[in-house]
C-alpha cells in the first residue's frame, strides 16, 4: 500500500548560498613567537553584493591537533544547509554542567624556573593560538587579522568563517610553518648505567633561507 501524507524533499542547490573565503598569511613561515597577521577576502556569490553585516570568525590551530580529529564544525555551510530529516533529537546539557573541575594549565610543567634562562625555554605549546568570534569586514569584504605563534615548530592552519545576512555562508583556511634558523638535536641514550660506554651525538641543522640546509654531526 502507498501512502500519502503531503510532503516531499526539496534540494537547494549551494552554489547560490556560498561565500568565497580566501586567507593568506603575510608569510608561509615564521620564527617562533614571532608576530604575523592574515589577510581574508570575502566574496559574494556571482550576481549577488555583500552584505553590510557580512562578518567572519578567525581561529589559528596546530595542525598536529588536527591529524588527530579534523574539525568538522568548520564547514558552516554544510551545516546550515544539511538535509532535515522528519525525526526529534534529544540533548541534555548535564554533562557539561554536573561535576565539572578544571585541572589547570596543560602543557605547563611544575616546578622550578630554571634558572636566569628561564625566559629563553619554549614552554607555550597551545594548539589554539588564535580566536577571534566577531571581525568585521571593511567595504571591500576584507579584513587583516593580527595574532602571535606560540613556542611549537609546526604547522598552523589559519581557518577564516564566514557569514552574511540570513543564507550566505563560507569557510576558507591557509597553512604556515614555523621554523628556528639553528637547531640541536641531540642523539644521547635516554637510559644509561653506570659503567655503560655510548657514543653522544649531536645534530646541528642550519634551517635559515639565508643560505642551503645543512646537517653537522657532533661526537
Given at each position: 500500500?502507498?501512502?500519502?501524507?503531503?510532503?516531499?524533499?526539496?534540494?537547494?542547490?549551494?552554489?547560490a548560498?556560498?561565500?568565497a573565503?580566501?586567507?593568506t598569511p603575510?608569510?608561509?613561515?615564521?620564527?617562533?613567537?614571532?608576530?604575523?597577521?592574515?589577510?581574508?577576502?570575502?566574496?559574494?556569490?556571482?550576481?549577488?553584493?555583500?552584505?553590510?553585516?557580512?562578518?567572519?570568525?578567525?581561529?589559528?590551530?596546530?595542525?598536529?591537533?588536527?591529524?588527530?580529529?579534523?574539525?568538522?564544525?568548520?564547514?558552516?555551510?554544510?551545516?546550515?544547509?544539511?538535509?532535515?530529516?522528519?525525526?526529534?533529537v534529544?540533548?541534555?546539557?548535564?554533562?557539561?554542567?554536573?561535576?565539572?573541575?578544571?585541572?589547570?594549565?596543560?602543557?605547563v610543567?611544575?616546578?622550578?624556573?630554571?634558572?636566569?634562562?628561564a625566559?629563553?625555554?619554549?614552554?607555550?605549546?597551545?594548539?589554539?593560538?588564535?580566536?577571534?568570534?566577531?571581525?568585521?569586514?571593511?567595504?571591500?569584504?576584507?579584513?587583516?587579522?593580527?595574532?602571535?605563534?606560540?613556542d611549537?615548530?609546526?604547522?598552523?592552519?589559519?581557518?577564516?568563517?564566514a557569514?552574511?545576512?540570513?543564507?550566505?555562508?563560507?569557510t576558507?583556511?591557509?597553512?604556515?610553518?614555523?621554523?628556528?634558523?639553528?637547531?640541536?638535536?641531540?642523539?644521547?641514550?635516554?637510559?644509561?648505567?653506570?659503567?655503560?660506554?655510548?657514543v653522544?651525538?649531536?645534530?646541528?641543522?642550519?634551517?635559515?633561507?639565508?643560505?642551503?640546509?645543512?646537517y653537522?654531526h657532533?661526537?
Amino acid at each position: 500500500p502507498a501512502y500519502r501524507i503531503g510532503m516531499t524533499q526539496l534540494k537547494v542547490g549551494h552554489d547560490a548560498h556560498r561565500l568565497a573565503v580566501t586567507v593568506t598569511p603575510d608569510r608561509p613561515s615564521h620564527a617562533v613567537r614571532e608576530a604575523a597577521s592574515a589577510r581574508i577576502k570575502v566574496t559574494a556569490p556571482k550576481g549577488m553584493a555583500l552584505p553590510a553585516d557580512a562578518e567572519l570568525a578567525f581561529a589559528v590551530v596546530d595542525e598536529a591537533l588536527l591529524a588527530l580529529k579534523s574539525n568538522e564544525s568548520w564547514k558552516l555551510l554544510d551545516a546550515m544547509m544539511e538535509p532535515r530529516p522528519m525525526g526529534m533529537v534529544m540533548a541534555t546539557a548535564q554533562g557539561q554542567v554536573v561535576g565539572k573541575r578544571h585541572y589547570g594549565a596543560k602543557a605547563v610543567a611544575a616546578g622550578g624556573g630554571g634558572g636566569a634562562t628561564a625566559g629563553m625555554a619554549r614552554r607555550d605549546f597551545t594548539p589554539v593560538i588564535a580566536w577571534a568570534g566577531r571581525v568585521k569586514l571593511n567595504a571591500s569584504g576584507e579584513a587583516q587579522v593580527p595574532f602571535r605563534l606560540n613556542d611549537s615548530l609546526s604547522g598552523f592552519r589559519l581557518v577564516a568563517i564566514a557569514s552574511a545576512g540570513p543564507g550566505l555562508f563560507g569557510t576558507g583556511s591557509a597553512s604556515l610553518r614555523t621554523t628556528q634558523d639553528l637547531q640541536i638535536l641531540p642523539g644521547i641514550p635516554p637510559l644509561v648505567r653506570t659503567g655503560d660506554a655510548y657514543v653522544a651525538t649531536a645534530l646541528i641543522r642550519n634551517t635559515s633561507s639565508a643560505g642551503t640546509v645543512s646537517y653537522t654531526h657532533l661526537r
